[in-house]
């Protein structure tokens, strides 16, 4: 079948990051129509999840960039009522992330600042992992690339800090994403 002729334009992937493997182990098909085909879920501008996980982006990169509360909250408008509202059983509401931010602040905040240096906030990485280099997974010839959300500096430690937007952080949280791509890359 020529794919061309309904408009598609098959293309192959060159650099692999970890959603698309992530992707690939969830769904071989899904990965070959998102990843292969570019076909994107019609759904995808209206999934609350995906729109609170990127408010609470915003939110933590206002925040890091002055320590400014009010800059920060201000980062939230406008709000998507029609989408995070009172309405919604998992309470993705403004207010609740206004409480999350607050204890955000109050947990975090408590570190000496001047220990825990920012470098770099939403920093793209692009890694290549040769099949002779020694790296965690016994050089395993991939590329990861990606971004991460943070990278900081506490005392001579530098470390990448990924924001979670789950309800899931329990007991098993770590056990459910052990092999997932997202972690160990």
């Known amino acids: 079948m020529n794919l061309e002729q309904y408009g598609l334009n098959p293309r192959p992937v060159e650099v692999f990051d970890a959603s698309m493997l992530s992707t690939f182990a969830q769904c071989p098909s899904k990965f070959y129509l998102s990843h292969i085909l ?5 759904m995808d501008l209206g999934n609350p999840n995906l729109m609170w996980g990127t408010k609470w982006h915003d939110l933590m990169y206002a925040w890091w960039a002055d320590f400014n509360p009010e ?6 408008e406008p709000w998507p009522e029609y989408l995070l ?3 919604d059983k ?3 509401t403004k207010d609740r992330m206004v409480l999350c931010f607050e204890k955000y602040i109050e947990k975090w905040h408590r570190l000496d600042l001047k220990q ?12 290549e992992c040769g099949e002779g280099d020694e790296c965690p ?6 590329r990861w ?5 943070k990278l900081v500096r506490v005392g001579t430690h530098l ?27």
């Open 116 to 127: 825990m240096e920012v470098l770099r906030r939403e920093q793209y990485f692009d890694i």
């Open 145 to 149: 690339c990606g971004r991460m959300d």
């Open 159 to 185: 470390g990448p800090v990924d924001y979670k937007t789950t309800g899931a952080l329990g007991r098993h949280y770590w056990e459910r994403y052990k092999y997932s791509f997202q972690i160990p890359g």
């Open 85 to 87: 509202n009172a309405d």
């Open 71 to 76: 800059a920060a909250l201000a980062s939230l």
């Open 38 to 42: 570019g076909l994107r879920p019609k």
């Open 137 to 142: 997974l016994g050089g395993c010839g991939l």
């Open 90 to 92: 998992k309470g993705r």
